[in-house]
């Protein structure tokens, strides 16, 4: 299972980290992202997502169906 959100499309972005002499390095700052049993009211089931704690905080605000509608995706295939 790849590190992406499901409903967002959230992946891990390059960065750099760079010491106290100024020296760089590579590296891949990840999302975070949390598995979550989530109750979808309009198709009265729970539905399990990988999603980030940014779409999780979005859910709570919005809900779960109107969220999804409004990324277009379709959480009965899910």
């Known amino acids: 299972m790849s590190r992406v959100c499901q409903l967002t499309g ?3 972005n390059n960065g ?3 010491s106290h002499s100024h020296i760089r390095t590579k590296k891949l700052q990840q999302a975070n992202l949390q ?3 989530l109750w979808w009211a309009e198709g009265k089931r729970w539905v399990n997502l990988r999603i980030t704690t940014r779409a999780l ?3 709570q605000k ?3 169906g ?5 990324l277009g995706i379709d959480l009965a295939r899910l």
């Open 66 to 70: 109107a969220y999804a509608k409004s």
């Open 35 to 37: 598995q979550r049993r």
């Open 57 to 59: 905080k979005t859910i």
């Open 10 to 12: 959230t992946k891990a």
């Open 62 to 64: 919005k809900g779960l």
């Open 16 to 18: 750099m980290a760079v």
